[in-house]
């Protein structure tokens, strides 16, 4: 039996990265009516009435608005969810995600 090595690791000094967070941001267009815009912020987003105007209301005023932060696969589930409503009454409403820096 040969005799039992040790073998000693160097300290670990880095900490395990926290996974990348995506940005959903949504898109403003000329044709979607603000109403509907509210409706599908409070249903897939969960925000308050107030929430989603005021975050409707900056998209609409500055062409974009950055809604949440969400793991990936999060982050593109819902804005896909949130622009699929859009277009299954025709509108051209658009949500997107992008990496947060
Ligand atoms: N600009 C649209 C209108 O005047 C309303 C709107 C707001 C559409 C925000 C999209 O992301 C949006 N009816």
Avoid: W
């Avoid at 000094?13 to 996974?19: A, G």
């Avoid at 898109?27 to 409707?56: C, H, Q, W």
């Avoid at 209301?57 to 859009?86: M, N, Q, W, Y």
């Amino acid at each position: 039996m040969p005799d039992t090595t040790f073998v000693t690791r160097p300290a670990t000094t880095t900490k395990p990265e926290r996974p990348k967070l995506y940005k959903v941001i949504l898109i403003n267009d000329d044709y979607t009516p603000r109403e509907f815009v509210v409706m599908v912020l409070k249903a897939e987003f969960k925000m308050g009435e107030s929430n989603a105007s005021a975050v409707m209301l900056t998209a609409h005023r500055k062409g974009s608005c950055v809604i949440a932060v969400f793991p990936r696969d999060v982050a593109e589930t819902k804005a896909e969810r949130a622009t699929d409503l859009g277009r299954s009454r025709g509108f051209p409403l658009q949500f997107t995600t992008e990496p947060e820096e």
